[in-house]
């Protein structure tokens, strides 16, 4: 054999065009084909080209022509190593398309022939018809001529020619449907008559199917065969034997009837012709799956011998077969004890797992001289195979057909999820059934050999991967490129209309307009309108003047109009905000003038000196006047409205301060007018509402420029400065320009989308402005609007994200390395990763190169990080560098990162460089002791000194860098006096702030616990190393290595090794991600916990609970006491009031309304008199009241409760004669005014059209019940919408 393969390499041309002019030129038994025996016995490959991922065919489909020009790339890579390799000599194919021409496979043939493999056994897909059958529901086969099975198979002998086969001769022919021996031995009696197998009527459908066939190949009598090429060939009739169930009692015995009815004819007492009148003599094939453990669980040899006894005596000349044979590349896992009872593909290179069946086969050949060729069952790894054998079988049902593997995909190569059972119960898993396993590379589809030398022949050598690229279709490739020219052409003639005319429709609309493009703009004059500043209040007058100046508008008299609107409702507006300041002075005044005299004992004398010095305030201000209080309102309006500005004008005048391009402002100024804000006593009314006036008429008449602010204080401080400043210079002028108002909402109307740029009036392309830019450009002074901020898309999001955020990630990573570092001792995960490493305090192995390798790690991730906040902030202010305004980079925050990025780098360098990684033994998982004792305990500190030393800065430095010194947020009483005389000093905050930071680190070790119980413990034994054989990082892990997919280079870029190290990293990504996200669920239970003894301690558990009686007798009833305390001696007319709101509102009924009022001993109607039935008070029992109305009360009388037990801070007194709403001394102006609305939950405030219209329809006029149980003086449901339209 050797010398053969040996003279055929020399005669094998040395180029594809040689072999192409060879196979065209010569005769068939010329080239290498040349002196190989025809026909049978045969040493053969079924060969079938799929790959990984390929949908495994189901029978009613039409076959997939595998042996086109399509793979020709697959035929060269395979079929050299088939001929020269295994040294086979005959070819297994599956079926293919009848109705293609037969030339598309004649280059494979040519392949087939140069490399030496010079026989074929081509299949007919007549497990088609077989399926139409099932389908049909028909028990018949048609096979008049014109019928699609009589047509395919005439067009399949056609395509079988001697002259379009190549020069490779076709030694056999068969099919792909095989009886089920699983159905049909149970059915097989002592002898042929008394077996039941000829009533199945699978089995009945199947001999119909074959003996159509074999009566068109071999016809009696005179008729010609419709198929001369298949007359001469023996016809090989498939039989799945690893079907055969031992469970069967007699089952062998059965086996040998069933193998003798069907080789003996009906008229000789047998089932079936198809061995009878063949003078090319019909043969079975039979096909054994060998399991893993087969010399204890199946032994192929005896079973071979069996069936190759039996059928030599069934015929005086005997009966024949070829044998197909099936063995897994599997074994058990050894080297990992992780594994030892687990299945794992075996990588190993060698031939014994094939050569066995092949010499059994011989030994059983030479006894019996029944064999007549022996062919392995699959050539590669198929992926979808599942559970299937290499034939259909003719079953009951479609579904048991197609035979799918509901636990396995066709993009896993499965071993727990496709398996059947051979033997008594050998397991088989047909996915691994290939003499060489199949993997994809990017674009390329690779095969690595399982076998190291010829498999049928004494050649030997090493085989490494061989790869290849499907060759892709001409005509699609054409197509596609000629789609792809046609959008590239079109999108570069799009943007170039765009570019030539692009102000065409801007210039067309101007020439309308009566303007010509052509000609320079022209600027228009400004239009300017006057108006006198008259408030009704005659003190607040001082003959200032506002005036506007517009281009938009047409006239000076437009232009004044628009300007009385704006101020005219700006003024009336100022003025009520004055009045109520006015109010609130008197009340203030009032409430210290009706004071008590004398204090409480208990307050020492603090107290009294408050007392006094209250006393002293009050007798001065009974001196006051009229125009003092309104000056000193005036004064306090002014500073609200104007102390943003104040703010913006020292933030602008900060020592930091750059001034911007071109430009440079007067610091002393701005410092001179924020002082004058800020320190505005003495100063006329009038002036002071004139400034504060113009604000509120400049934020009316810039619309939307009310969300800028900082714009506005710009342009409010050249006005002034225009004006001549804040001196008190008499009559005042203040100019407002509208376009530089407007200015930014005209490029906002025309071009808003921050993520493109567009073509401006200006003639530049620029990004989309928005309200941010506008506002920034007022921080940043300049005089014209432009865009400050590049909004992040795409990619970019993504890393805003992830640095906005990356103190947050980085304190959830750390604690997810803390748990880490505790779960490697945990005993939770598998026995060599977490037992045996050293306690917390005294690691070793794995806890030793775990402290060294994180701080790697974090050395990394922080330079990366670093790095990346550099360029990423760089980039997106770049347009605001050389102004000065929040988030733009100082040189200390450049300088402080540049140094973290610094000692990142040069850290992990360090550590690096004197780390000391160790593996660690297999025996340690089970022992600490020997060789499992780490040498490096003996100097623990000298090995972890540098690691330690780099946690300890990375803690200065991180703590230094992101630690707040002040609030993110304002509090309510910014001033620190204030807040201390309330209870809120430093100390209280302190305590505060440890109280927070204790929740927080009770909250973190929670996540912490929860990461080493339930997170790392869900990859236990997963890892590259250990389950991949990837040894990537070396030492550096410490888990020893083991062998696996990975393991070998050739195979590391194959799909088994990059399934494997994909899907155990998407785990780990899984893992570290909830790790991420498990403090949100930590928190909200925390919260809920600590909320609900908040809420115990608060007594908001019955905040509406309606059991409770309520008690408003008069001087007698809790209730009513609280009533009065917090609301004065008028409590009872608020009463009436709450319980009137009640009834209009249609939550109580009449009867019901005037039970609440007479239980606190007053009429329902102010005037009407109590009679004396009504005089009887009773406590109210909330739960005989309507559900809402009584959860309403139950929470006012809760609320009251409540207030009661919160006693005011120090430093605020409660009196009930003047701060009670029914006190004696009461004053309105003590109730503080809203300048805001601030909505409720769920309430209406800008209502929207279809709120308005609700209601309107006519069947919302209708009464309803709220629980839908209409009766007499049931409640109705309220009305939709507004309420205007009633629903009575």
């Known amino acids: 054999a050797a010398q053969r393969i040996a003279a055929a390499i020399q005669q094998q041309p040395t180029s594809a065009e040689e072999r192409r002019l060879e196979a065209s030129t010569a005769a068939p038994t010329l080239g290498r084909c040349q002196g190989v025996p025809q026909g049978l016995p045969i040493k053969g490959v079924r060969y079938v080209p799929h790959l990984v991922g390929e949908p495994y065919p189901h029978p009613q489909s039409a076959p997939l022509d595998y042996y086109s020009d399509v793979y020709a790339n697959l035929h060269r890579r395979d079929l050299p190593l088939i001929g020269q390799y295994v040294a086979a000599d005959t070819l297994g194919l599956r079926a293919w398309p009848t109705d293609t021409p037969a ?189 893993l453990d087969q010399d204890t669980t199946y ?334 309102a005036m004064q306090v309006v002014h500073r609200r409205t104007l102390e943003g500005f104040a703010a913006w004008c020292l933030y602008v005048s900060g020592s930091a301060f750059r001034a911007p391009r071109g430009r440079k402002l007067d610091l002393e100024a701005l410092r001179e007018i924020a002082h004058q804000i800020e320190e505005n006593q003495g100063r006329p009314a009038d002036k002071l509402f004139a400034e504060a006036l113009l604000l509120r008429v400049m934020e009316s008449l810039g619309e939307q420029m009310l969300q800028c602010p900082e714009r506005l204080s710009y342009l409010l401080f050249h006005i002034f400065q225009e004006a001549g400043g804040l001196y008190d210079i008499g009559p005042t002028t203040f100019s407002i320009d509208m376009d530089k108002l407007h200015d930014g909402l005209v490029q906002m109307n025309i071009h808003s989308n921050p993520y493109t740029r567009q073509k401006m009036p200006s003639g530049k392309w620029e990004f989309g402005l928005n309200f941010d830019d506008i506002n920034e450009s007022g921080i940043q002074c300049r005089d014209s609007v432009a865009k400050t901020f590049r909004e992040p898309a795409s990619l970019m999001v993504v890393i805003d994200f992830v640095l906005s955020y990356r103190v947050a990630i980085m304190i959830k990573l750390y604690c997810f390395a803390v748990a880490g570092y505790i779960y490697l001792g945990s005993h939770q995960g598998d026995d060599i990763t977490t037992t045996h490493n050293g306690s917390l305090w005294e690691p070793k192995w794995l806890r030793i190169n775990f402290i060294q390798y994180i701080a790697l790690m974090d050395a990394a991730v922080w330079a990366c990080l670093e790095c990346l906040l550099i360029v990423y902030v760089a980039w997106q202010r770049w347009p605001s560098l050389g102004y000065r305004s929040p988030g733009i980079p100082s040189l200390k925050w450049l300088v402080e990162h540049a140094f973290n990025v610094c000692f990142s780098a040069f850290g992990g360098l360090w550590v690096y460089h004197e780390s000391s990684f160790k593996k660690k033994p297999w025996a340690c998982a089970q022992s600490d002791a020997g060789i499992c004792a780490d040498p490096r305990l003996d100097n623990l500190w000298g090995t972890l000194q540098y690691a330690l030393f780099y946690w300890a800065c990375r803690i200065i430095i991180f703590l230094l860098m992101n630690a707040k010194r002040v609030p993110i947020f304002l509090y309510g009483t910014p001033d620190s006096k204030v807040r201390t005389e309330s209870g809120r000093g430093w100390c209280a905050n302190q305590w505060q702030n440890i109280r927070v930071n204790i929740a927080w680190l009770s909250m973190l070790g929670l996540c912490v616990l929860i990461e080493v119980l339930l997170l790392l413990p869900t990859m236990k034994g997963l890892d590259w190393s250990t389950t991949c054989g990837l040894n990537l990082f070396g030492e550096v892990t410490g888990l020893p290595s083991t062998r696996g997919v990975c393991t070998d280079t050739d195979l590391q870029l194959g799909f088994g090794c990059v399934s494997c190290v994909s899907g155990i990293f998407m785990g780990w990504l899984v893992v570290v991600l909830g790790a991420l996200v498990d403090i949100y669920f930590v928190f909200y239970f925390a919260s809920a916990v600590v909320g609900s003894f908040m809420g115990h301690q608060r007594e908001l558990n019955d905040l509406k609970n309606t059991s409770l009686p309520v008690d408003l007798r008069e001087h007698q009833g809790r209730e009513a006491k609280l009533f009065e ?9 608020i009463w009436r009031v709450m319980v009137q709101s009640l009834y209009s509102e249609s939550l109580v009924s009449p009867k019901q309304a005037e039970h609440l009022a007479q239980a606190a001993g007053i009429s329902l109607e102010a005037d009407a008199p109590l009679t004396h039935r009504e005089k009887k008070q009773k406590q109210i029992h909330l739960t005989r009241f309507p559900h809402l109305a009584a959860e309403r009360l139950a929470f006012f009388f809760q609320s009251l409760k409540w207030i009661e037990k919160n006693r005011p801070a120090k430093g605020i007194n409660f009196e009930p004669t003047t701060d009670t709403l029914t006190g004696v001394h009461f004053d309105p102006g003590s109730i503080p005014s809203l300048t805001q609305i601030i909505p409720a939950y769920n309430e209406v405030v800008i209502p929207s059209v279809e709120f308005l219209r609700a209601g309107a329809d006519p069947e919302d006029a209708k009464n309803g019940s709220p629980d839908d149980q209409p009766g007499l003086g049931d409640l109705t449901v309220p009305p939709q919408g507004d309420g205007v339209n009633t629903n009575l």
């Open 1125 to 1133: 305390r917090t609301f004065g001696p008028g409590w009872q007319h």
């Open 103 to 291: 030339h598309e496979r004649a280059q494979f043939f040519q392949e087939m022939r140069g490399a030496g493999v010079c026989k074929v056994i081509p299949t007919f897909h007549v497990s088609k018809y077989y399926a139409d059958m099932l389908l049909d529901g028909s028990s018949q086969p048609s096979t008049d001529p014109s019928s699609a099975f009589a047509v395919a198979f005439q067009r399949f002998g056609a395509t079988v020619k001697e002259e379009l086969l190549g020069g490779v001769q076709m030694a056999a022919w068969t099919v792909d449907l095989s009886l089920d021996l699983h159905e049909l031995l149970p059915l097989v009696g002592s002898d042929c008559g008394f077996s039941k197998v000829i009533e199945d009527k699978s089995f009945s459908m199947y001999m119909q199917l074959l003996h159509a066939i074999q009566g068109w190949v071999h016809p009696l009598g005179s008729n010609s065969s419709v198929a001369p090429a298949l007359a001469v060939k023996p016809f090989l009739i498939p039989l799945d034997l690893s079907r055969v169930s031992w469970t069967e009692p007699f089952h062998q015995k059965k086996l040998d009837t069933f193998l003798r009815c069907m080789s003996t004819s009906r008229t000789a007492g047998g089932w079936s012709s198809l061995f009878a009148g063949d003078a090319a003599g019909t043969r079975w094939l039979f096909s054994f799956a060998e399991p």
């Open 299 to 632: 032994h192929f040899k005896d079973q071979l011998m069996n069936v190759s006894t039996a059928i030599s005596k069934h015929s005086p000349s005997g009966i024949k077969a070829v044998v197909m044979v099936g063995t897994q590349a599997l074994k058990r896992g050894t080297s990992n004890p992780i594994n030892s009872v687990n299945l794992v593909e075996d990588m190993s290179i060698t031939s014994k797992r094939y050569l066995d069946p092949y010499r059994d086969y011989e030994a059983v050949s030479q006894a019996t001289s029944s064999l007549d060729g022996f062919m392995y069952d699959e050539w590669m790894d198929d992926w979808d195979r599942g559970t299937r054998g290499p034939f259909f079988l003719a079953t009951d049902t479609l579904d048991k057909m197609m035979d799918e593997c509901k636990g396995g995909s066709r993009f896993t190569h499965d071993i727990d999820g496709c398996s059947r059972i051979v033997g008594n119960t050998a397991s088989v898993y047909p996915e691994f059934f290939g003499l060489v396993g199949a993997s994809s590379q990017l674009m390329q589809h690779c095969i690595y050999p399982r076998f190291g030398f010829s498999l049928f022949g004494d050649f030997g050598a090493k085989i490494n991967m061989k790869c290849a690229y499907m060759r892709p279709s001409t005509t699609w490739v054409l197509l596609a490129l000629v789609l792809l020219a046609g959008v590239c052409l079109a999108q570069v003639t799009r943007l170039m209309l765009q570019w030539c005319f692009w102000d065409k429709p801007r210039a067309e609309k101007k020439k309308l307009a009566g303007g010509d493009s052509n000609k320079p703009r022209e600027v228009k004059a400004p239009q300017v309108g006057h108006i006198t500043v008259l408030p009704k209040e005659t003190s607040l007058r001082g003959d200032h003047l506002f005036e506007l100046q517009s281009t938009a508008l047409s006239s000076g008299e437009e232009v004044g109009w628009w300007l009385g609107q704006h101020a005219t409702a700006q003024t009336s507006i100022l003025e009520k905000q004055v009045k109520a300041e006015v109010s609130a002075i008197r009340a203030l005044r009032a409430r210290r003038g009706h004071a008590p005299k004398m204090v409480d004992d208990k307050a020492g004398s603090e107290n009294e000196e408050e007392s006094e010095d209250a006393s002293q305030e009050g007798q001065d201000s009974e001196v006051s006047t009229e125009e003092t209080d309104l000056a000193k």
